[in-house]
């Protein structure tokens, strides 16, 4: 009988493109998935450390598992991801029934681990990672991640990333190209690349000559991308996107405050005026892109004049959709001793208005999609309504038509009936 892996990931497309890669890892060494942690030989922790709330999930979880290691001594347990790098063998003091610490940088040596190695932590910095291409155990047969760049250069103030995750590497696009064409060879439609910083890719080949390449992948219908940081967001890129035909129509291009006296403060690298001046190009040369962003709100000495700026910039920009946190203290970075911090009361208030604003900004730009006609890729059935079959439109949103026989993957024509806050319902021009 095979051995089982309990796997539980949190936190962003990367750590749960990680786990994947861990769990090709494994399937290699015999272990086959189970979503029973009482029936796991093996439980692994992918954790997050980007906001504290983020970390208090692992910690209340890790201490739920503490159970399982007293019924059965013989699991063995592994904390992975973000958390991992960053309190290395201080998880071991924290809870001594833990087995293996690795980090980000070191998924590969979750072989050593199995395999019954002296070895219990690994979260050395690793500049070569890029290099190594992992075996990757897929949860989707139509979608699938890419990793093109690991790491991160550019410590905004307030950010964990770059300090567990590691500096910038880029992995060599033949490598890429090959992993897209495998994909594409297996009956992959659409191809999500991964980086902290997409737009500042460097091999042999910059981000906007890779995504040349990749679109002339046969087979593949559909190339996204994600994080695009703005002060890199060049000129050529928004060429990309407009000329590649598989290169779909949306960015997400986090913002975070439309204060430039906050920008500052967290080390963006643009202003307030630049961000608008790249959203412009955007929307003058891809006409119907569609333009997602982050924002943190209650930064360490934001005003109240700051928070209006923000609340002004939402307005003025109108994004299709937007993430929004209050921001959280990371021990380690530049904001951690920074003086100025707002109370949580001030920091819901700011968020809630935020959202608010933007929630009636999405069911407009929703609603105004009305009549229009839009090309979808079938993901599925509808998980609220089995009635319906969802798909995504090539602006990343979600839309529902009554369902009829047809496969995953293809892409349909269909006509928007209805705008909602959350997605869109369609009626099939295809019968
Ligand atoms: N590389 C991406 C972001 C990765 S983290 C970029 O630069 O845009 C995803 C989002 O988490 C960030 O865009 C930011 O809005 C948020 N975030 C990061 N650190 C945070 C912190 N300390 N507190 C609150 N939100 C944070
Ligand atoms: Fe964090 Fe800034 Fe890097 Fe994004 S660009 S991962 S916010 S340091
Ligand atoms: Fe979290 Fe690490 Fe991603 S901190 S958001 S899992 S890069």
Redo the contacts with the bound molecule.
Sequence with gaps: MSKKVYLKTWG?QMNVHDSEKMLGILKEEGYSQSDNPFHADLIILNTCS???KAERKFYSELGRIKAYKNKRPDINIAVAGCIAQKEGRAIFKKASYVDFIFGPQNIHILKDFVSGTNLHISTEENPRIAETDLPVKRADSIKAWITIMYG?N?F?S????PYTRGRERSRPSKNILSEAEELASKGYKEITLL???VNSYKYDTDFPGLLRKLNRVGGLERIRFI???PKDLSDELIDAIFGLPKVCEHI???I?SGSDNILRLMR?GYTYADYIKKVSRLREKVPGIAITS???TG?PGESHADHVLTLKAIKEIEFDGL????????PG?K?FDMEGCLNEKIKSERLSEILSIQDRITSRKNRLLEGTKQEIMIGGYSDTDKEKLTGRTRTNKIVNVPKFKIERGSLIIVEITKGKQHSLEAISLEK
């Design positions: 962003c980007i906001r504290e991160c550019n905004c307030y950010c964990i990333v980086g902290q910083n994080t695009s940081h997400h291009l986090p975070q963006r982050d924002v943190i930064f993430f929004a946190f209050k921001f959280s203290k990371r970075t904001t």
